[in-house]
């Protein structure tokens, strides 16, 4: 096996343990529904992003009838948006509401950086790190605002 199917296994067991750790049963319909809610715009933005030439992913599972990241938008970035929606702090003041908001992007964003420059699993063809760490943070806020008016509607 190559160092990337090392590396794949290792995300997806390291995001299903992060998801054992902080989802408990009672935040977990949340959970679920930002999970479910994330998987769309992230496979559309993605697909977007591999049509247009911007990202490559040489490396990666399903990537013969695939072409994106199948482990980013399907599992990891969903998981992480349901641990952010679960534990956002709604309750403590402003400034730490949007520390929390720009802190998880930017650490996703160092994650795919480091990725991009010793794995195959990424490569930026027309892309750079500015521009994950923007789309990451504004596919996150919106699957808050999502979630947010998903349990506010079921509440009413």
């Known amino acids: ?26 935040n977990f319909m949340r959970a679920q529904v930002s999970f479910m809610f994330m998987q769309v715009p992230c496979w559309l933005l993605g697909a977007l992003v591999v049509q247009g030439r911007l990202i490559n992913y040489p490396v990666g599972f399903l990537s013969v009838v695939y072409k994106s990241s199948f482990t980013f938008e399907y599992f990891v970035f969903p998981a992480v948006s349901a641990i952010f929606n679960c ?10 509401q949007v520390g ?34 923007i789309s990451l943070t504004l596919i996150l806020l919106l699957s808050y605002m999502y979630t947010q008016w998903f349990f506010r509607k079921v509440r009413a």
């Open 1 to 26: 096996m190559s160092l990337e199917t090392y590396v794949l296994i290792a995300v997806w067991a390291f995001t299903a343990l992060l998801l054992v750790i902080f989802i408990n049963r009672n």
């Open 100 to 133: 929390y908001a720009l802190l998880l992007p930017a650490l996703i964003t160092v994650v795919e950086i480091v990725l991009e420059k010793h794995t195959k699993l990424v490569k930026y063809i027309n892309w750079s790190w500015q521009m994950s760490y």
């Open 87 to 96: 534990h956002f702090p709604q309750s403590k003041p402003k400034y730490i």
